[in-house]
Structure formats: structure tokens, C-alpha cells
Nanobody
């Protein structure tokens, strides 16, 4: 069992930055790939980025490439999402999730956090 708690969301102006954190409980954190997803009002949840168990590989959605950076610290059971050059269309609830696979599909994630709101004003 893995419990995930996100933090770091907030209100930021367009062009600004935020750093999200996702703290995990449990000794098996390092065995999971960790993903970030987001859901804007009235829209389906969408994939943002995933990082493999070791942190050695990651995959970004086109919307995140060049602006967002995922990282993880297995000693601290934490995964991070550094978001730069934020745009109003990045406004959403951001969720971290754990999976046995480095997947872009939300259906392949076993554990989810409660989400953290990110609002980007124009």
C-alpha cells in the first residue's frame, strides 16, 4: 500500500513557476514509476509526465516538454514536478500517482494522491 500526498500548488501569474511535491508512505516507493496527471474543470484527466523507478528515465506530454521537469528522491520517498513558464491553460488539479509501469495511461496507476490545485492567471 502506498499513500501519496501532494503539495506546492497555488496561484501564480502567467510566466511564473511552481514546484509540486508528492510525498509517499511505504517502503516500496522506489519500486514504482511515478506519474503526474492533471484535470481541468470540465475536462478529462490528462497525462503530464512519468518517471521510472530509478529516476533514470522520464517521458513528457507535449504540453509539458521544455517547461516541466520531473525528478524523484527515493531516499525521501518524494517526487517533484518543477513547472516553469506557466500558462493559463496549465490551470488544473494536479495529481501524482504510482504505477508498476512507466505508463501514460491513468488506468495503469494503482495509487493516487488527493490532488493540489494550480491556478495560473493571465
Amino acid at each position: 500500500q502506498v499513500q501519496l500526498v501532494e503539495s506546492g500548488g497555488g496561484l501564480v501569474q502567467a510566466g511564473g513557476s511552481l514546484r509540486l511535491s508528492c510525498a509517499a508512505s511505504g517502503r516500496t516507493f522506489s519500486s514504482y514509476a511515478m506519474g503526474w496527471f492533471r484535470q481541468a474543470p470540465g475536462k478529462e484527466r490528462e497525462f503530464v509526465v512519468v518517471i521510472n523507478w530509478s529516476g533514470g528515465a522520464s517521458y513528457y506530454a507535449d504540453s509539458a516538454k521544455g517547461r516541466f521537469t520531473i525528478s524523484r528522491d527515493n531516499a525521501k520517498n518524494t517526487v517533484y514536478l518543477q513547472m516553469n513558464s506557466l500558462r493559463p491553460e496549465d490551470t488544473a488539479v494536479y495529481y501524482c500517482a504510482a504505477s508498476s509501469y512507466s505508463s501514460t495511461l491513468s488506468s495503469q496507476y494503482d495509487y493516487w494522491g488527493q490532488g493540489t490545485q494550480v491556478t495560473v492567471s493571465s
